[in-house]
């Protein structure tokens, strides 16, 4: 009997599934793809070569490939061949100059680029294992991310070489450092290009670890979760089938290669396909399109609020001939995670784009859902995210009622069991994992049994039953559709109200003036719960007074939401995309600390409700809070 990996679970659920509800295409596919990755994973297995290393060599050993481009970078193009000499030949530096031996874990701190991607495959040429350090970080929290990694190496870009200060050196005494500085690249090209024997790569197991990827550590240190060879076959697959991409396709990225949406999802899905990854080195509204337009890109990747910065930044005009370039492109497909409802059509209308495909998965999760859309849709579809395929309903994937004060899955009183919510009803998504063996299904977080079981609950239907958290709170409806409700944690309380910060940020989103709606609930003096405040960013090209925007603001967001939920305070933010994770995701975290309190929000404009619309707050105003004059 073969144990089950990653999403296996949720096509075992979806054949009854079908029957039942929608015979959709893209049900089809998902059904369709999931088994063909399952037996491919199982055909690896047994050849003993599931390590994605043979995949670059045999799009480089075939004719059909050999000569086509793999990565595209700054101007520079690496046919599949190319990259294969360059991997083998930094595969033999590693191992003879810096004694890195299969199964070694080794930090790679790098800027996107195309030698991110020849260290991490010749790593994996190698038989070792890449940790993906978030090129970002300094001081301890570098220090922290290279500690937990267990690696004796690090291999560093010289672009961020400058964070390894003597501090961060000092507190990892048995780590070498190699910045891998012109003269090393070259030294390392020098190297012959050897091919260790099979026997480096082996791995006894599809579950084996392949890689390290950090979460976010919005709240804490980051941690490494164990990403499997399980897991990049998936997603690679999931995303080069269920977009329909072929050998012709080339993927557009500029997230960050050490998160897995751009390496797993994006470039693995190129590379399986025998198709081209084109890396930009960052994200930027004013580098986005040229790069799009440049490398010919047919698909590009998007994560959290991407398409919304795409979509408010002014257009780019063609200095010559005037013509505006929006739609001067070759990209028939847009696929990533969290594209919001609000700007979902503004984002397709404005660029042309073909087909969105929303994937909803997470790094360390155990199932994943797609929304896969072409045509518009109705206007005021409200917090819709995504349609099941199959992931939802069944035995393997269900929601459960949340305790929302305590933020933790709810349990009868009297049984000590959660309970499955009814349709409509938020719940936080769950997935079942094997309890004798959940290694199979969830292979946790690197070193850190804590945080591991932290994302499983047990004994939630029945004694000793085992599932996976996913820190989201979803909803469905009747007909299986899954909207998205809130991340766990975000969902804030207001006079006995639960209010989801999402399904507010979307309802303001919608109005014309604002560009970007992020959504939380602050502590107030005297009151109890958190009350609503709205940290907006709004369009000046309108030119109209601010007066008048506020009051359309606080218009539309009383006739749009239920009392409770309309915030109480709005926060005007000068640019968009102040507070996000290197993925362009929404933070509230400093937000929320920084409350209304006048003297915390870098003085930022904030306005309160008051007789229906938005006026001034200010020291006065804050001050009356404190003493308690003022009942909300
Ligand atoms: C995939 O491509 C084929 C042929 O180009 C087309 O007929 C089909 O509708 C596409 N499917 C999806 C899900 O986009
Ligand atoms: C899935 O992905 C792997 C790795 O990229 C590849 O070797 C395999 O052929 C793919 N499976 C299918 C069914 O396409
Ligand atoms: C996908 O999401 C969009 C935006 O929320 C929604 O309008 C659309 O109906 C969804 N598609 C499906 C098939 O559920
Ligand atoms: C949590 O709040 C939601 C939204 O108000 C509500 O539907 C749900 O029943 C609440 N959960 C519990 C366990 O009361
Ligand atoms: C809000 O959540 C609390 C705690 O789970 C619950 O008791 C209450 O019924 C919820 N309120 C509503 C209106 O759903």
Redesign the pocket.
């Known amino acids: 009997m073969v144990p089950l990996p990653v999403a296996a679970a949720s096509v075992v659920a979806g054949a009854a599934y079908l029957n039942a509800r929608f015979s959709?295409p893209h049900d089809l596919l998902f059904f369709r793809i999931s088994t063909a990755t399952l037996l491919s994973l199982i055909r690896a297995r047994r050849a003993d070569n599931i390590n994605l290393f043979y995949v670059l060599e045999k799009h480089a050993r075939d004719k059909a490939t050999a000569a086509r481009p793999l990565i595209l970078f700054e101007g520079r193009s690496h046919t599949y061949a190319e990259t294969y000499d360059r991997v083998l030949r930094y595969s033999s530096w590693l191992r003879e100059r810096l004694g890195v031996r299969e199964h070694d874990v080794v930090a790679l701190d790098y800027q996107n680029s195309d030698d991110f991607i020849f260290l991490w495959f010749a790593l994996w040429a190698i038989g070792a294992k890449p940790a993906f350090i978030n090129h970002n970080l300094q001081g301890s929290a570098l220090a922290h991310c290279l500690r937990v990694s267990s690696a004796r190496l690090a291999i560093v870009d010289p672009r961020v070489a400058h964070s390894l200060t003597d501090d961060v050196r000092r507190s990892l005494p048995g780590m070498e450092f190699v910045v891998f500085s012109p003269t090393v690249e070259a030294q390392a090209l020098r190297q012959e290009p050897v091919r260790y024997p099979d026997a480096v790569r082996s791995e006894s197991d599809y579950i084996n670890m392949a890689l390290l990827i950090y979460t976010s550590g919005t709240t804490g240190m980051p941690k490494p979760a164990v990403v499997s060879w399980a897991k990049i076959y998936m997603a690679s697959n999931m995303s080069a089938k269920g977009t329909n991409a072929t050998r012709d396709d080339i993927f557009y990225t500029c997230m960050p290669l050490y998160h897995s949406a751009a390496s797993c999802l994006a470039f693995c899905s190129a590379l399986c396909l025998g198709a081209t990854g084109a890396i930009g080195r960052r994200f930027s509204t004013k580098t986005f399109w040229k790069e799009v337009r440049e490398t010919q890109a047919t698909v590009i990747q998007y994560v959290g609020e991407t398409c919304r910065y795409l979509t408010v930044a002014p257009p780019e005009i063609d200095p010559v001939t005037g013509e505006n370039l929006d739609k001067k492109h070759r990209v028939r497909a847009a696929m990533g995670n969290g594209?919001?409802?609000d700007v979902?059509d503004r984002f397709k209308d404005r660029f042309g784009i073909d087909t969105?495909y929303?994937i909803y998965a997470a790094t360390e999760g155990a199932a994943g859902l797609w929304?896969?859309?072409r045509n518009s849709?109705g206007k005021g579809?409200i917090?819709?995210?995504?349609?099941v395929s199959g992931a939802v309903v069944g035995r393997r994937s269900t929601l459960v009622r949340v305790d929302n004060e305590t933020e933790q899955p709810w349990r009868d009183p009297e049984t000590g069991f959660c309970q499955r919510s009814k349709a409509g009803e938020p719940g936080e998504f769950i997935t079942r994992l094997p309890a004798e063996d959940i290694k199979q299904r969830f292979q946790g977080y690197y070193g850190n049994e804590a945080a591991t079981n932290s994302k499983i609950l047990r004994d939630v239907f029945e004694k000793g039953d085992a599932w996976f958290r996913s820190g989201d709170v979803l909803r469905w409806d009747k007909d299986g559709?899954i909207y998205f409700h809130d991340r766990i944690g975000d969902t804030y309380r207001w006079k006995s109200e639960n209010v989801s910060t999402a399904e507010v940020a979307q309802i303001l989103g919608l109005h014309a003036a604002v560009q970007e709606a992020n959504v939380y609930g602050v502590q107030l003096p005297h009151h109890d719960g958190r009350a609503g405040c709205a940290a907006l960013v709004l369009d000046k090209a309108s030119g109209l007074p601010e007066k008048k925007v506020l009051d359309s603001l606080a218009a539309h967001a009383r006739a749009s939401l239920p009392r409770y939920a309309v915030p109480l305070f709005v926060r005007l933010i000068k640019e968009v995309g102040t507070q996000t994770t290197s993925t362009n995701k929404q933070q509230k975290q400093v937000l929320r600390e920084q409350s209304v309190d006048p003297a915390k929000v870098q003085g930022d404009p904030v306005f309160w409700l008051k007789d229906g619309t938005y006026v001034p707050f200010g020291r006065d105003e804050w001050r009356a809070l404190q003493r308690g004059d003022v009942k909300l």
């Open positions: 959709l594209l919001r409802p979902w969105i929303e929304n896969v859309s849709f579809a917090g819709r995210f995504g349609l559709r």
